[in-house]
Every structure is written in C-alpha cells, then in structure tokens.
C-alpha cells in the first residue's frame, strides 16, 4: 500500500516581490514547518547566480532547471516553499504545483511591487529601463494563472510578512 502523506506541502505563488519568501520563513515558523526557496535551490543546482542563468543559458534553460526542482518538491512533504515568480508561466508546472501541495497565491499590485523590487537588481527580467511597465505587463499576461491555479488567494498590499503569513495560518486552520 502506498505511504499515506503528512502535512502537505504550502506553495506559496505570486509576482517577483509578492513576499513570498519573507511571508514564507514566517509561516514556516508559526506552522512549526520547513521553510524552502525554489530559486535558492536552483542557484545551488546551477551553481551560479539567476542573472547568471540568464544570461549565460537564457531563459528557457532557467525554466527547465525551475521544473526539475518542483519535481524534487512534490515527491516531498511538510514543507512551505517560496515558488519562483514565474513558476505558472510553464503549463507543464500546473499539474505539479498541485501535487507538491497546497497553492496560495500572495496577490500584490503593481506599485507595491515594484516598491519592493526597485532596489534589487537580482531580477534579470525586471532590469529594464522601464520596469514598471514590465510589471504591469507581466502581472496582466500571468493573472489568469496563478488565480487558476491557486486554491487560496491573499491580499497582500499594506500587510507585514507576519500579517500575511498568521492569516494564511487561519484560513489553513478553518
Ligand atoms: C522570476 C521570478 C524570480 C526568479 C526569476 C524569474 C519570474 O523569483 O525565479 O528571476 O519569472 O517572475 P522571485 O519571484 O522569487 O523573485
């Protein structure tokens, strides 16, 4: 008989800059979880920066080393995982976001992005001259997916990490 899983893993999803990774570490502690971060792993599997990727093998290889991990991940349990912004770009990815766990969709507007993001420049599809304008396209071409795909969606705008991560905590508890 196959092994019945624990805790399912909570994926968390949204923008560059949607706080996946600061809400994730603080609802991996009030959950008593593992906190994990997709682009950290790919930067060790690459053994190279995501600008790096980038510009060395492009997008495309970013991609499939992003897909190869979120494999990894949904063999595994228990764990809150900050997902790499653009993980719902790949339809391949939806499928496997849903087996890995629960998806939570941390939705933020484009101003409170790029507030967040302006002073980064480890984004490499956010250096651009006008990156507001990117957010803004990008946010509108990618909506449709991580609403889809997500089960619960949080407003994250004018909240902490904290605030988003205890209400996370209570919508999960219900
Ligand atoms: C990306 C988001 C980044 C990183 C890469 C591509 C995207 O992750 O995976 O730069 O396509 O939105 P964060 O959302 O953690 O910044």
């Given at each position: ?73 949904s ?23 849903k087996k890995a ?74």
């Amino acid at each position: 008989m196959a092994e019945k899983k624990n805790i399912r893993n909570i994926m968390l999803i949204g923008f560059m800059g949607a706080g996946k990774t600061f809400t994730g570490r603080e609802l991996a502690r009030i959950m008593g979880m593992r906190f994990i971060d997709m682009d950290e792993i790919i930067v060790k599997k690459a053994g190279m920066s995501i600008n790096e990727i980038f510009s060395r093998y492009g997008e495309e290889r970013f991609r499939d080393i992003e897909t190869e991990v979120l494999k990894e991940i949904s063999d595994k349990d228990g764990m809150v995982v900050g997902c790499g912004g653009g993980v719902i770009v790949k339809d391949r990815n939806l499928p496997l976001l849903k087996k890995a766990g629960i998806v939570i969709f941390l939705k933020a507007s484009p101003e409170v992005i790029y507030e967040r993001v302006k002073d980064d420049n480890s984004r490499p599809l956010l250096n651009v001259d006008d990156p507001i304008r990117r957010i803004k396209e990008l946010l509108a071409r990618r909506m449709d997916r991580y609403l889809n795909v997500a089960e619960i969606t949080i407003d994250t705008d004018g909240k902490t990490p904290l605030e988003v991560a205890e209400e996370i905590k209570q919508v999960l508890e219900k």
